[in-house]
């Protein structure tokens, strides 16, 4: 049987294929570019330690993935400084939060309460065992988070002070002339508009102008932004004649990860007796097709692209290599875990993105580590295309 020509093209040519959304399309650039294909697993429990890996192996790595729920400190500010090293380190963050319940239930799991996970993630997961709407539901979410973050409003308060009083009246007090200074010149005070709070509300701060102000007008401006709430990378970005650009010029013009969301479908888990069935499995694929405009691919043991419009990115976690001079050793963690080499997987099973978790994260040398599961991974992709993707 003849391989499925996602699996022979290069991450290069995949991502300027028909069907992938333009966050599929700019993380497949980005690896390409990076040459990397390497997720790393950051199941640590403080922002400290969450923060310090991203930047010791963030060069090394297309993909971070997270669980912010065993992070015991997670804020808003947590999110906001990993977002800016995964700009700056160039990676994208998954939020490992497999979603499993009705339709109301995820969209808030997904924009509400402590975590927010659709505000600064760009990829999450879920399974299918409630059935499509999950991913309908989650998609809504998703727009709903997109539009919002295209969309500010900008308020502007004046205020009208009261008639000036005579000097030497029995109304003039001498204290009453005091805030005069805060006035301008057409008899308005400005009260700036205060900025929004993380959870958006936007909290009306005063100055004490005057005790008998009574005249204030208030202007809201609302605007969008111009530019596409889903922009597809230039497909001439990547030409050939460029190879000999360098690695950073490459990244400066790829640029930031469009402000879009995407899914994965868990189809499949590394854990051993798990009863995701092929059955299972294929239903997972039938609501992906159904659904590309929101799911990027599956969390699976192998590709399932099988249908020849399928360009699905499969990510896959159980990957772990043997410490040196102990190849060909078995591998778990006496758990129900079966690990899997970067060769196996990306070669053999034509994987896309190997999850690689405390076998970097308990490394003595993490950014060395990293480099060394970013380098297997690579050479066993270049081996599976039989070409240099730059």
């Not at 809504?140 to 295209?150: D, F, G, L, M, R």
Request: with cysteine; net charge negative; glycine share 6%.
């Amino acid at each position: 049987m003849a391989a499925h020509p996602a699996t022979t093209s290069t991450y290069r040519m995949r991502a300027g294929h028909a069907s992938t959304g333009s966050l599929a399309s700019y993380l497949l650039r980005l690896m390409s570019i990076k040459q990397t294909n390497l997720c790393l697993s950051a199941d640590v429990e403080t922002s400290a330690e969450l923060l310090e890996l991203a930047e010791e192996v963030g060069d090394s790595i297309c993909v971070l993935k997270t669980h912010c729920d065993i992070v015991t400190d997670w804020s808003d500010r947590t999110a906001r400084a990993l977002k800016e090293i995964a700009r700056r380190k160039c990676f994208v963050i998954f939020e490992d939060r497999k979603f499993a319940d009705i339709g109301e239930t995820v969209q808030k799991q997904y924009t509400s309460g402590y975590h927010r996970i659709a505000g600064w993630a760009e990829i999450t997961n879920a399974h299918v065992l409630p059935g499509p709407a999950i991913v309908t539901a989650l998609h809504q979410a998703a727009n709903t988070t997109i539009v919002k973050y295209n969309t500010g409003v900008y308020t502007d308060i004046f205020a009208n002070p009261p008639p000036k009083k005579v000097k030497g009246t029995e109304d003039d007090d001498d204290d009453d002339d005091e805030d005069d200074d805060d006035f301008d010149t057409n008899g308005y005070v400005a009260v700036e508009t205060p900025p929004a709070t993380d959870d958006d509300d936007r909290r009306l701060s005063t100055r004490d102008c005057d005790r008998k102000q009574s005249v204030v007008s208030i202007s809201t401006t609302i605007s969008h932004r111009t530019e596409s709430i889903s922009p597809r990378p230039d497909p001439n970005f990547h030409p050939d004649e460029a190879f000999n650009v360098s690695k950073e010029a490459l990244l400066a013009r790829l640029g930031e990860a469009p402000f879009v969301r995407s899914l994965l479908l868990l189809a499949e888990m590394s854990s051993e007796g798990h009863l995701m069935t092929p059955e299972y499995r294929q239903q997972s694929v039938e609501i992906a097709r159904d659904n590309k405009d929101f799911v990027m691919g599956f969390i699976a043991q192998r590709s399932l692209n099988t249908e020849p419009e399928d360009n699905f990115i499969t990510m896959t976690p159980g990957c772990q290599l043997p410490p040196p001079g102990q190849e060909g050793k078995k591998l778990g963690d006496g758990l129900g875990q079966q690990y899997n080499t970067p060769r196996k997987l990306v070669l053999e099973q034509g994987c896309d993105v190997i999850i690689v978790g405390r076998g970097i994260v308990r490394a003595q040398d993490r950014p060395a580590e990293a480099e060394r599961y970013r380098a297997e991974g690579w050479k066993a992709y270049e081996e599976r295309v039989g070409t240099h993707d730059r």
